[in-house]
């Protein structure tokens, strides 16, 4: 996992945490917490290569999770709806998005109407986050 895909479940743990518990208790619950979240991130490919979704063009964008890329595409909306495809099951509660720099504002709700009439079930929260070169993180709970 890359030390962004780590930011999702971080802050999952975070919210898990209890001031009034003890050190046992709040790391099985933050740990179990960080452990429910299933992450990624769309990024632009820097140079032509081959990975398990198949060829990837110097300045595709690719949607990449613990398991691998799972697709090439030409922009960063289609690699952030085929990420939310893959993350999102019919367990799923709540996707956050973590909005980068640079991200367009038409894109990004695009990205909701997409999870709002493909996975109507979960709670969709956004936030800014200004991270260059990451469009879009993706966490799934």
Do not use: F
Request: one cysteine or more; charged letters at 25%; glycine letters at 8%.
């Amino acid at each position: 996992m890359t030390s962004l895909q780590e930011t999702l479940p971080a802050l999952s743990a975070l919210l898990a945490y209890d001031s009034g518990a003890s050190l046992d208790t709040n790391v099985a619950a933050m740990e179990e917490a960080a452990g429910r979240v299933r992450a990624g991130e769309v990024t632009q490919a820097v140079r032509d290569s081959v990975a398990e979704c198949g060829p990837i063009a110097a300045g595709d964008w690719i949607a990449i999770t613990r398991d691998g890329i799972h697709v090439s595409v030409k922009s960063p909306v289609d690699a952030a709806v085929a990420l939310v495809d893959v993350l999102v099951d019919a367990d799923a509660e709540l996707v956050t998005i973590i909005v980068g720099e640079g991200a367009d504002a038409d894109d990004t709700a695009r990205l909701g109407d997409h999870l709002a009439d493909a996975h109507p079930h979960v709670e969709v929260e956004v936030h800014r986050g200004d991270q260059p070169l990451y469009p879009y993180l993706i966490g799934v709970e």
